[in-house]
T-cell receptor
Framework: EPEVTQTPSHQVTQMGQEVILRCVPI?????FYWYRQILGQKVEFLVS????????KSEIFDDQFSVERPDGSNFTLKIRSTKLEDSAMYFC?????????????FGPGTRLTVL | AQKITQTQPGMFVQEKEAVTLDCTYD???????LFWYKQPSSGEMIFLIY??????QNATEGRYSLNFQKARKSANLVISASQLGDSAMYFC?????????????FGSGTQLTVLP
């Protein structure tokens, strides 16, 4: 069964450093998302991406964040200058469409720890 | 106002018994979808079940069923015949028609522990 994959599973970085989180969505999916879950808290929407551009972003997704689909398979989230409060689990999700029945399938997550 | 409310931070159930996890939602959209995800201690998010706002029947998927009460705006997850592997965090989420991205809005989750 096809699945969303994410690398790395765990990333430790120093405050102020840039990180790139990588995702490979399910191959026939067209809509891609990043979500964040701070430890012990709810999952929060960051950004959605369709047709090579951002379709919507939350207030969390400020200028420090960017997303890219550099080729036909990868979908990346870059944090330019990490802060301590960026420590969280980051989930990538993908779906075939934006119909209400189109389930978003999540990757296993990348746990980002900022020191 | 919270869009998705899960009032049970933690629940315990005896193995082989049924358990209901509560979820209430708030939306003015006539069309929306409700989802339940399971998050084991390993951290991944596993899709369990979906209920559409116009669905006449409650959704079922194996041991999972959804008790959907539209007038009450509730979409409770029922797990029958609980197994030890069901111990996990469970999130209720909603997807509304409004908003171009139709992203999911999650509740705060319920930590379910199945006791042997």
């Amino acid at each position: 069964e096809p699945e969303v994959t994410q690398t790395p599973s765990h990333q430790v970085t120093q405050m102020g450093q840039e990180v790139i989180l990588r995702c490979v969505p399910i191959s026939n999916h067209l809509y891609f998302y990043w979500y964040r879950q701070i430890l012990g808290q709810k999952v929060e929407f960051l950004v959605s991406f369709y047709n090579n551009e951002i379709s919507e972003k939350s207030e969390i997704f400020d200028d420090q964040f960017s997303v890219e689909r550099p080729d036909g398979s990868n979908f990346t989230l870059k944090i330019r200058s990490t802060k301590l409060e960026d420590s969280a689990m980051y989930f990538c999700a993908s779906t075939t469409g934006q119909g209400l029945t189109d389930t978003q399938y999540f990757g296993p997550g990348t746990r980002l720890t900022v020191l | 106002a919270q869009k998705i409310t899960q009032t049970q931070p933690g629940m315990f159930v005896q193995e082989k018994e049924a358990v209901t996890l509560d979820c209430t939602y708030d939306t003015s959209d006539p069309s929306y979808g409700l989802f339940w995800y399971k998050q084991p201690s390993s951290g991944e998010m596993i899709f369990l079940i979906y209920q559409g706002s116009y669905d006449q029947q409650n959704a079922t998927e194996g041991r999972y069923s959804l008790n959907f009460q539209k007038a009450r705006k509730s979409a409770n997850l029922v797990i029958s015949a609980s197994q030890l592997g069901d111990s996990a965090m469970y999130f209720c989420a909603m997807r509304e028609v409004s908003g171009s991205a139709r992203q999911l809005t999650f509740g705060s989750g319920t930590q379910l522990t199945v006791l042997p």
